[in-house]
T-cell receptor
Framework: GAVVSQHPSRVICKSGTSVKIECRSLDFQATTMFWYRQFPKQSLMLMATSNEGSKATYEQGVEKDKFLINHASLTLSTLTVTSAHPEDSSFYIC?????????????FGPGTRLLVL | QQPVQSPQAVILREGEDAVINCSSSKALYSVHWYRQKHGEAPVFLMILLKGGEQKGHDKISASFNEKKQQSSLYLTASQLSYSGTYFCGTVKTSYDKVIFGPGTSLSVIP
């Protein structure tokens, strides 16, 4: 149980294009979904928290107009990197939880490796 | 505020034990532990809530001392499959987000 999928697993795009990443909870309804960014050999940096049907809460320093998050249903959240630039290249990971906040476990998707040329 | 993890890295031979520590400067509601293998997403291991919990998971167990704002992860009789980076995540209140530590790289060699 508690399986989260993420698509695509890897994407290479040209600078200036937009990239959409999908995160789905396959066997449970996720109250909250989280989006993280991870640079090589570094920790997970939370970008934003999203709840179904409401606007995402972005962490300080994360541009909400650049990283658009849509949480359309209890099983699907999407992250769109708009007008991507080489500095946006990173490993993006989503996670889903049964509870909001820190009281419950988070189940992570397999991640999306983005390379912007 | 990001928790502190120690050690940064550890190399073990199969069958040896290891302890990974996680500490915070703030009062904590809970501590999470995750393991991430290279190129993969983190996998949930366990959550410990305030109250001085101790939990076990096969040969991996953890304790949480809320007074000291510290948690320790114990790996007993390590196996090759234990290799990876272990992250602790700390939570200040039940509605707060998880803040992940910098990670501890664990390598188990034959």
């Amino acid at each position: 149980g508690a399986v989260v999928s993420q698509h695509p697993s890897r994407v290479i795009c040209k600078s200036g294009t937009s990239v959409k990443i999908e995160c789905r909870s396959l066997d449970f309804q996720a109250t909250t979904m989280f989006w993280y960014r991870q640079f090589p050999k570094q920790s997970l940096m939370l970008m934003a928290t999203s709840n179904e049907g409401s606007k995402a809460t972005y962490e300080q320093g994360v541009e909400k107009d650049k990283f658009l998050i849509n949480h359309a249903s209890l099983t699907l959240s999407t992250l769109t990197v708009t007008s991507a630039h080489p500095e946006d290249s990173s490993f993006y990971i989503c996670s889903a939880g049964l509870t909001s906040g820190g009281s419950g476990a988070q189940y992570f998707g397999p991640g999306t490796r983005l390379l912007v040329l | 505020q990001q928790p502190v993890q120690s050690p940064q890295a550890v190399i073990l031979r199969e069958g040896e034990d290891a302890v990974i520590n996680c500490s915070s400067s703030k009062a904590l509601y809970s501590v999470h532990w995750y393991r991430q293998k290279h190129g993969e997403a983190p996998v949930f291991l366990m959550i410990l809530l305030k109250g001085g919990e101790q939990k076990g998971h096969d040969k991996i167990s953890a304790s949480f001392n809320e007074k000291k704002q510290q948690s320790s992860l114990y790996l007993t009789a390590s196996q090759l499959s234990y290799s990876g980076t272990y992250f602790c995540g700390t939570v200040k209140t039940s509605y707060d987000k998880v803040i992940f530590g910098p990670g501890t790289s664990l390598s188990v060699i034959p």
